[in-house]
């Protein structure tokens, strides 16, 4: 048996189950998070190349090799499964209170399985076959009964597969670079290639337009999805180009793109969060934000710069759950996100309505959220590093914009309706149910942005196995 094999297939095999058993409103989400709750358990704990105990000379093989392409588990891989499989089960677990669609469960169960294999497949590039496979199946994902396929699921599709090619053709590249080693410019276009398909996985502008999109006319827990399980994958998959080819690397342009590229998704995502009134809208320019903290981080091109991103990247993935959960029931309460239509509901959901607010604050860093230490890590790098400082000023400036959002938009949803009765009392009677669920969510983002040292530590020690990032 190999270990590929084991975490690809058995996310495969379990989504055709889960749709038949899509019904079992409160069966299907806990098959569906034991799943990914049991590949992230095995993604830590497994032994790889080593006998068994119970089983004798029995042992699990480290790759596995289908029509000639090889599939290959390493360190990195690991930590990174561990992450998108743990999210995944959160995320799983959230469906009752959100109710994100028939296809969430059997379909998001699909793509961890395929995301696992683009983060397998030997050499790294055909992971872009993989992640194509993903994109085409988020796109039942972001749909719902209502509309099975909305815009920005199509957009989404058109600028994943837009990217692809240019990944695909940096492999060719590199074949003809070691053939003609001599010959400098292979490489040099490989690079150009490989940083434009990167460009376009992580939405930076101007290819950004499909974020605010998919936030606002996706179920709200099915964005959360993609924001957070689906770009996770690409940016392992960048840390494992850095670390694995010097060519790339060890090349102090490439830290100074990502530095552009991450100041430019901070400054564009705070000038365009400034003016909204939607609280999908609103978060979608929040994740360019978030986007541009790791780019940043990455950009830094040390240790340290890799374990702000990794931070960053789990905190993204709790706040985007409490938005998720809350803004799906506030919009089914009022049939929309917008503000004006929200008004009010805070006093009738007060629980799902923090869970929004805390989820969008935390998910830009602000402080006492989960989302500051990793934020703040960041400014202290980026003033206290020889590069440009303007960079930290961006960030604060996107920060501060979605702060304002935040504040504009609690205000109206504390705003009574003219001759609406006090609620107060029938809110948390109606919604007992649910007050542990929001309860520990919000806790959690509270009290890790109080005492990050009982997580932090441990993504530090996990960051090491990208030792080699840095010109």
């Known amino acids: 048996m190999s270990a590929p094999f084991f975490f690809i297939s058995l996310p495969l095999l379990a989504a055709p189950f889960l749709y038949v058993l899509r019904h079992r409103r409160r069966l299907a989400p806990v098959l569906a998070a034991s799943v990914p709750a049991l590949l992230a358990l095995l993604a830590l704990i497994l032994p790889v190349n080593q006998p068994i105990g119970l089983l004798g000379n029995v042992s699990i093989s480290d790759s596995l ?19 998108l499989f743990a999210q995944a089960a959160l995320l799983f677990l959230a469906t009752p209170l959100a109710e994100p669609g028939r296809f969430y469960l059997p379909a998001g169960t699909a ?51 837009l990217g692809m ?17 001599e010959d400098t410019s292979f490489v040099l276009k490989a690079t150009i290639l490989l940083g434009i398909g990167f460009v376009i996985l992580f939405a930076v502008v101007p290819f950004h337009s499909w974020l605010p999109v998919v936030a606002e006319h996706a179920p709200p827990l099915s964005a959360a999805f993609v924001f957070t399980v689906m770009h996770l994958p690409a940016m392992f998959l960048l840390l494992n180009f850095l670390n694995t080819y010097d060519w790339l690397g060890q090349n102090p342009a490439v830290y100074q793109a990502l530095t552009l590229a991450g100041g430019g998704m901070a400054f564009v995502g705070a000038v365009f969060a400034f003016g909204q009134r939607n609280f999908g809208r609103s978060v979608g320019y929040a994740m360019m934000v978030d986007i541009g903290a790791t780019l940043l981080a990455v950009g830094l091109g040390t240790p340290a710069g890799v374990e702000v991103a990794l931070v960053t990247l789990v905190m993204r993935g709790l706040a985007l759950l409490m938005w998720g959960v809350g803004l799906s029931q506030l919009r089914r309460a009022a049939g929309s996100d917008d503000f004006d239509s929200l008004r009010g509901l805070a006093r009738r959901y007060p629980l799902p309505a923090a869970a929004v607010v805390l989820g969008m604050l935390s998910l830009v ?15 202290n790098l980026l003033t206290h590093t020889q590069r440009d400082p303007r960079a930290a000023l961006l960030l604060l400036l996107g920060m501060a914009s979605v702060t304002f959002v935040c504040v504009r938009g609690l205000a109206a949803l504390f705003t009574p309706r003219e001759g609406e009765p006090e609620p107060w009392a029938e809110a948390f009677s109606a919604h007992r149910a649910s007050i542990v669920v929001y309860g520990a969510g919000l806790a959690t983002l509270l009290v890790l942005g109080a005492f990050p040292q009982w997580l932090l530590p441990t993504i530090a020690r996990a960051a090491f196995v990208f030792a080699r990032i840095g010109p």
Do not use: N
Not at 115 to 143: K, N, Q, S, T, Y
Not at 365 to 379: D, K
């Open 365 to 379: 860093g602000v402080p006492v959220t989960a989302g500051f230490p990793g934020r703040w890590a960041l400014l």
């Open 165 to 181: 090619p240019f990944i695909l053709l940096t492999g060719w590249l590199l074949d003809a670079s070691a053939a003609s080693p």
């Open 65 to 83: 090799t289908v029509l000639g392409r090889v599939f290959v588990i390493e360190p990195a891989d690991r930590l990174a499964l561990t992450l």
């Open 111 to 161: 793509v961890l399985g395929l995301l696992a294999a683009a983060l397998f497949v030997r050499p790294f590039l055909f992971a872009a076959l993989f992640l194509e496979l993903a994109a085409a199946f988020v796109v039942l994902i972001l749909g719902d009964e209502s509309r099975p396929v909305t815009r920005g699921a199509l957009r989404f599709l058109v600028f994943m597969t």
